[in-house]
């Protein structure tokens, strides 16, 4: 797929920008960008409540930064945002990294 306006390829990053959006909104009970302009969203501008630093730990306020980095190659990918998840949980991550190539000797 392509971004018609930009006409940049969207791909799974495009995915990790949507999550992050769906867990603001799980958070916060609104969309990240709201009303806001087309240049508000490209250029990533979204603030959070007031009560977000309270209500949500630290770790989980940078996932969500994380998730909604505007630069798609700086945004993670989905066992990024696993190992994360689950290092929030003190779990360890289920999610096998497909992009680490294992040396077999």
Not at 25 to 31: E, N, Y
Not at 36 to 54: D, H, M, N
Request: hydrophobic share 45%.
């Amino acid at each position: 797929m392509v971004d018609l306006y930009s006409g940049i390829a969207l791909g799974p990053p495009v995915d990790i920008w949507a999550l992050g959006c769906v867990l603001y909104g799980l958070c916060f009970f609104a969309l990240p960008f709201g009303s806001a302009s087309a240049l508000a969203i490209q250029t990533g501008r979204y603030t959070l409540p007031t009560s977000a630093l309270t209500s949500y730990s630290p770790q989980l306020l940078k996932l969500l930064h994380y998730m909604l980095t505007v630069s798609a190659a700086e945004r993670p990918d989905i066992y990024q945002v696993s190992a994360l998840t689950f290092s929030l949980l003190g779990r360890p991550n289920p999610v096998l990294n497909v992009n680490v190539r294992l040396l077999s000797y």
